[in-house]
């Protein structure tokens, strides 16, 4: 009786070693300037990724949402939500991100400065400005408007706006190049842009990445240029021509290892039609979702576990 059931057992025990065991990885979503994770159309986004891939979304929130994206200094928020992940058990094997806009650089922080912190697998990036903007994001009229065109009355490089203005720590003037790198206090160093300072760690850190997602926005006017999505501008002292990623000195110096990740096929340059961060549904399931979804993994013969219409999203 035993030595007839060995070869059945034999058997399970070969095909558990031979079928992947599926895996998703949860994913965090950091939301742009001015919004919150409680807004409807930051839970709407989150939920229609979770229940697409299969994966677990976490929308992180920064203190007091829209407030707190403007003023709070892009260190200081990066700072929380590095210590969040930290802290965040579901993601101690790793995880996704999905950024939008502003919260990209935040996202962007954490993959390069936080010590400790799980691994991101695969960054998704909607409309985020990754080598700068030219002027301040088009806001309105509301409170927090007036008082960021309060502070941009004063020099954008300044200690005081630097220190008040969330924005101000990506604004990248190209006529005005040697004050951005000595006193813009975020994006010079997010961006190892500076000839005395540059870390191979971050370097390291962010060509890990397994994919870096880039989402372009056809009709986007609220970053200036629209090509910084993709790591495209100016060149420096002039307005003019925008220059692609691959013409830039962050790439062609690979001062953030983005040469190498493109040259490992590990960037996808994506462009869609809308304005800033209008993705389609369809859009989000074509370039998002996949990137969500179930990994699968191989166990080790140790291992004796089985497991078994196109609307545009409103995310402002």
Known sequence: MGFSSLPIFSFFVFVIIIIPISHSLPFIVLHGIGDKCSNKGMKKFTKYLSDNSGAKGYCIEIGN????????????????????????????????????????????????????????????SLGGPHAGISSVPLCGSGIWCLLADDLLKLAIYSDVVQNSLAPSGFIKLPNDIPDYLEHCKFLPK???????????????????????????????????????????????????????????????????????????????????????????????????????????????????????????????
């Not at 990066?78 to 965040?88: A, T």
């Not at 502003?102 to 998704?124: H, K, M, S, T, Y």
């Not at 925008?242 to 001062?255: G, R, V």
């Open 65 to 124: 949402g829209g407030w707190d994206s403007w003023f709070m200094t892009l260190e200081a928020q990066s700072q929380i939500v590095c210590n969040k992940v930290k802290k965040m058990k579901d993601l101690k094997e790793g995880f996704n991100f999905v950024g939008l806009s502003q919260g990209n650089l935040i996202g962007r922080a954490v993959v390069e400065f936080c010590d400790g912190a799980p691994p991101v697998q695969n960054f998704i």
């Open 190 to 316: 997010l961006n190892n842009e500076r000839p005395d300072a540059r870390n191979s760690t971050y370097k390291e850190r962010f060509s890990s990445l397994k994919n870096l997602v880039l989402i372009m926005f056809e009709d986007d006017t609220v970053l200036v240029p629209k090509e910084t999505s993709w790591f495209g501008y100016y060149p420096d002292g002039e307005f003019e021509p925008i220059l692609p990623p691959q013409q830039t000195k962050l790439y062609i110096e690979d001062w953030i290892g983005l040469r190498s990740l493109d040259e490992g096929g590990r960037v996808k340059f994506i462009k869609v039609a809308g304005g800033h961060l209008g993705i389609s549904y369809s859009d989000a399931k074509k370039y998002i979702v996949p990137y969500l979804e179930e990994e699968h993994h191989q166990p080790s013969q140790f291992d004796l576990q089985i497991k078994t219409n196109n609307v545009s999203l409103s995310l402002a």
